[in-house]
């Protein structure tokens, strides 16, 4: 059962609590385990890809199957309902529409003396993205990840999956991934997937930037590689914050949260109300909920660790917990919420009013679902067309304009104790 708490200064240790969860001792171990994956993947390669495979996922995959041929995507069409299509297909253009509205413009401007400054964007030549597999399947996270990557323009799109038990991709993968713009798919997963990303084999190319959840070998394999790619972010287990009022249906708050906790034994779920009435009725309504889940057990565990209710003296108290917490997820079930969302400051996604659940961000509104977790959106944002961009700075000077401003370089230059820098503008100025 999920517990209250009333107490403001336990309720802040509560939420530090849960945001430092993934904060175990169990790190160091894990890290040298991936460093070594990523040093033999470098040095052996798809050898190397094929050996883990086995190891880790239990599949025998041939070299010459390692890469999903375009048969077996066109079979996918046929092994997933018009219905689940016809999803995939409005999901896809919802949130291609909404990435093509934030694509980065290059511009230029022209002030006095003939001087030209800028930003020229362009995407990077290849993006690597990671899709969770082998006992689910994920054909959302492959949308949200490979769309703004079509939309940047970026050439080649490489997606990476570990296989399931028959050695296959799960059919709404496949098709998710051909209806999303993804150039190229491989069967491989794990630490594994990342480096060869990361440093390219002989069959899998070597990308720009890496993009897409995963297990904690994953995520520790992208902060590795960092550096040798961008990355989007260290992402952690999903968690949702909701701050609800007395108008709130307790029905509605309870299945929000487990549809949080649903995901991971380490979910975090958690309200944050000013009304002990809706606190206690939420408080069974998850007991009842929970009583024929098809996921009970992972739920419950997620529940009964990183669940709880937080009892404020008002809805200013709880935007203010909520942004020390700084949640992926942020739901305001509350009378007035385009009013309450002026007082957060840090959240991953905010979704407004009681007929928003998290589910609409989740799969089509549009805006992206992959976003910063454990505290990060205090200074991190949601994955999109700018992951996959870079810019350069466009800068142009006459002789004029150089003329004018050669002194202050040369002083600045002498301050630094470098000579040829300032020589660089005293010879063009002698001239």
Do not use: C
Not at 86 to 91: F, P, R, S, V
Not at 96 to 104: G, I, M, T
């Amino acid at each position: 059962m999920l517990r209250i708490i009333t107490d403001q200064v336990e309720a802040k240790q509560e939420l530090q609590r849960i945001s430092d969860r993934t904060h175990n001792e169990q790190i160091e171990t894990q890290s040298a385990i991936v460093k070594d994956i990523i040093q033999t993947v470098r040095k052996r390669g798809d050898e190397a890809l094929l050996e883990y495979t086995q190891k880790f996922d239990g599949q025998t995959i041939a070299l010459e199957n390692l890469k999903v041929s375009g048969s077996e995507i066109d079979a996918a069409y046929q092994q997933i309902s018009r219905d689940l299509l016809k999803a995939i297909k409005l999901a896809t253009k919802k949130i291609e529409a909404f990435h093509r509205q934030r694509v980065p413009k290059s511009w230029v401007q022209f002030a006095e003396d003939n001087v030209v400054l800028g930003r020229r964007y362009t995407p990077v030549d290849r993006a690597g993205l990671y899709v969770p597999g082998g006992r689910a399947s994920y054909p959302s996270t492959v949308l949200m990840n490979a769309i703004p990557a079509k939309v940047a323009q970026v050439p080649r799109i490489v997606m990476v999956t570990p296989p399931s038990q028959d050695g296959k991709i799960n059919p709404a993968v496949l098709v998710a991934a051909s209806e999303a713009g993804v150039t190229e798919i491989y069967r491989v997963g794990g630490a594994q997937a990342v480096a060869a990303l990361a440093y390219g084999t002989n069959t899998i190319p070597k990308v720009d930037v890496i993009t897409g959840p995963g297990n904690i070998y994953v995520t520790l394999a992208k902060k590795e590689v960092y550096g040798t790619v961008g990355i989007d972010s260290l992402a952690g287990p999903s968690e949702v914050l909701i701050i609800a009022d007395k108008l709130a249906n307790p029905v509605h708050v309870a299945v929000d949260l487990l549809a949080q906790a649903e995901h991971d034994p380490m979910a975090a779920a958690i309200l944050i109300t000013d009304n002990r009435d809706l606190a206690e009725k939420v408080q069974l309504e998850v007991v009842r909920q929970l009583e024929d889940h098809p996921r009970r057990t992972l739920t419950e565990k997620a529940i009964a660790h990183y669940g709880v209710i937080i009892l404020t003296e008002n809805i200013t108290q709880a935007a203010e917990l909520s942004n020390l917490f700084a949640p992926e997820h942020l739901e305001l079930e509350v009378e007035s919420p385009w009013e309450l969302v002026e007082s957060i400051r840090h959240a991953g996604a905010i979704f407004l009013g009681n007929s928003t659940p998290e589910a609409v961000g989740d799969y089509l509104a549009g805006p992206n679902h992959t976003l910063p977790t454990s505290g990060a959106a205090r200074y991190a944002s949601a994955l999109g067309v700018e992951t996959f961009m870079k810019y350069s700075s466009l800068i142009e000077y006459s002789p004029v304009a150089l003329q004018k401003v050669s002194q202050a370089i040369m002083d600045l230059t002498v301050a630094e104790g470098l000579p040829s820098h300032g020589n660089s503008v005293k010879y063009r100025k002698l001239k």
